[in-house]
């Protein structure tokens, strides 16, 4: 149900929610059209006309500046109209319902909502309810889904790695609270990664963390042997609630990823993250800002796969 | 003397700040105008050359996120630069008067002020400080005026019923903190509405209800009976100060819109609301998305009459 | 350092940080290229297409709708891709660094910051660590530097006098809290007007005005005696802490520039204000309104100067 909400009757990508439930097929479509929009970015002029007279909403339901603005960018690229809406100080506090702002803005004759809500399952919610011209892009739901991070990601180790099909990779960190670490999970099974880990604290995992066909380390040593990529995950201190950890300096021993904690990986290995990072906590500056990390890559990989998703949606 | 304010001396458009003293010859041309433009939004392509290269500052001294995007989507559909100015948070509060911000923003080159303020004849103080090419729409000023939401209610009405010249025509709920309700008023009388009710609680009306030429129902029965059109009301609750009223469910129990209450206006009578709703308070669900509804249509047609507005303002 | 850091080695602009420093070949520079502009604003069609495909980050850290205007409307003149970010309420609130931020921007393909921050020296410390190709403008650090509208207070004054060589100009008011007074000393001095003033009480002067090479007064009567030039500066009643003043009336007594004060100065002298102006305290309105004011002329040549400052960076 979930997965054909997001695809038409032919197969073809409709709204983009979750990866959960894509098939490789429109994975790879995704990354091959986002390879061609890398150089776009390295040209002088940065746009071309493929959404040109289309209207872009970012509906934010929650503040984002980061993710709006790398939508922002991706649509302008594609000189598309876009308009920025934070309808959290908005409508929602004048007592109107999701459905009823979403409505509205597709009367205006919108092309594409990207949504980002606090609440998992909005985008799905909205998409079940636009008008079927209306393309829907999940920019993060609660905890649940971010698939353009899940996506870039996935863009970002094909590009320094080559594939996927003799990968071995570690998620490391706050898997609880991430709404990256599900996207990228699917993603990876999906395009043939042969092996991936989770490596974080058992207070910091999912309890359905055995339905998700990853392999369970709660130490960086034996997590991180012999891996080939290092996904770290971001402390998501403001969606924490109770005492699930001892102290950021506690997390940093055992879990934040340093110099010596990556020696455990292969020589080559690459260090991924989705930022912001709390520098100190989750990894070090060394790291961060060393030979083997390829952080600032994500984010300009991050623009050509969002153009990518908006033109293919657009196309279809 | 405001009358005069808003035409040229030769009768023209100048600036939009209230329905009220606008004669009957302008406002068709809006309608007519708007027609044309219902086109564009339903292209491919959904611009217009009109305001190339011309400056539009949507000015907001309140913030109204969805009446500012219908602003910004007009604009940027007839090609004009936009610029979204939230003064509020900004140079009122380093003390600097209003008309002090108009100047600065005037000699910005601009071409155009679309401006919400919560204050009543702000629009009109800034159309009569702006230099001569300046033009100005109010976006809404305070319970005053809000004439694009007026002119788009008269544009959805003529869309359905086709003229105004038999029409019966019930306005319900919070006349006396609505800022549509009076633009509303004057726009059907000036338009040929033979009969314009109020339907409200005396409590939620206007001391001077007996001049603006409506006739004044306090009960739905009798409000609604044998109506083409319902234009309801939203419930200002952020607005309203002391208990005017005994509460939402009281209200809702006399003059929330159920599908019982309208069956007393005529079986093929429209039901209107300015938006956003509060469903369960002035209007069912069950009649919100019912067959009568027109509300979404409303949303549509005002992208249309502000585009309208802002390219007769722009060619005079 | 700080001198080089913005210019290249062949000594052109790579960066626009603070006037300190920038020859009188470059200032010309701008003031020329300004002088194109100015026409722009007064054409029908206001934009160039020197910037298009152009991506321009408006990286406020700090709130200035005014300023942000002013960069948004050059940069969209210039047919520059704008990005307004607020990052003040956004990841540095999630604990990331400035770098950090700054680093994610230049990722997603920027080609100039326009950058306002509360602390002195942010500018500089950003493009110290930008990639080569992007260029930083700094939009107002702390009380240290606001280049562009030094910048534009010298175009104010070459077009209304001429030039600097015979000019007596006195700078009045706050200088301690002012971000202008320091970028308008030193454009002053560096494109030879032979004598600057500041007029001041002592508790707002700062430490070191003795090394600025201006004169120093703390009498209206003496300080405007003569004058060509009177650029007034707003009292930063936000930023001063502590009782540095006796109250706002004593200092309008003392110095506010009333019609009675400003006959001191030459009968042809200019008064110029960088706003938003606080009427009855610094300035009365009798002047701020008068002949001689040029306020509203310093706000409409910002944008020409702004422009000027983007495409000459651009084209460097």
Redesign the interface.
């Known amino acids: 149900m979930k997965n054909n909400l997001q695809l038409t009757d032919d197969g073809r990508l409709r709204h983009l929610l979750t990866l959960d439930g894509l098939p490789a097929r429109i994975l790879t479509q995704i990354l091959d059209t986002a390879a061609s929009f890398v150089a776009v970015?390295?040209?002088?002029?940065?746009?071309v006309p493929l959404l040109?007279?289309?209207?872009v909403f970012n509906v934010f339901f929650e503040?984002?500046?980061?993710t709006r603005?790398?939508f922002?960018?991706a649509a302008?690229?594609l000189s598309a109209?876009v308009?920025n809406?934070?309808?959290g100080?908005?409508?929602q506090s004048?007592?109107?319902?999701l459905l009823?702002?979403v409505?509205?803005?597709?009367?205006?004759?919108a092309d594409m909502f990207v949504v980002r809500h606090a609440a998992a399952g909005a985008a799905h919610l909205i998409a079940r309810h636009v008008a079927p011209h209306i393309h829907v892009v999940n920019a993060g739901d609660g905890r649940s889904s971010h698939p353009t991070q899940g996506l870039l990601d996935m863009f970002t180790i094909r590009h320094f790695k080559g594939g996927f099909h003799n990968l071995r990779v570690a998620i490391v960190g706050d898997v609880l609270h991430s709404r990256v670490a599900r996207s990228q999970i699917h993603g990876l099974t999906t395009l043939g990664c042969p092996e991936v880990r989770v490596v974080a604290p058992k207070t910091l995992l999912p309890r359905d963390v055995d339905n998700l066909g990853v392999h369970v380390y709660h130490r960086m040593d034996q997590g991180l042997k012999d891996v080939d990529v290092v996904m770290m995950l971001r402390l998501q201190?403001?969606r924490m609630q109770g005492a699930r950890l001892p102290s950021a300096g506690e997390f940093y021993k055992h879990w934040g990823l340093t110099v010596d904690k990556l020696r455990f990986a292969k020589p080559d290995a690459i260090v991924m993250h989705p930022?912001?990072?709390?520098?100190g906590v989750e990894i070090d500056s060394e790291v961060a800002d060393g030979p083997q990390a390829v952080i600032?890559?994500q984010?300009?990989f991050?623009?050509a796969v969002r153009m990518a998703v908006m033109s293919i949606l657009a196309g279809n």
């Not at 930022?275 to 520098?279: A, E, I, K």
């Open positions: 970015g390295e040209r002088d002029v940065k746009s040109r007279g289309k209207a503040n984002s500046t980061r603005t790398t922002e960018i302008k690229r109209d308009v809406l934070n309808v100080s908005s409508s004048k007592g109107e319902t009823d702002t409505a509205n803005l597709s009367a205006m004759h201190n403001e930022g912001p990072m709390n520098r600032l890559s984010v300009t991050g623009i």
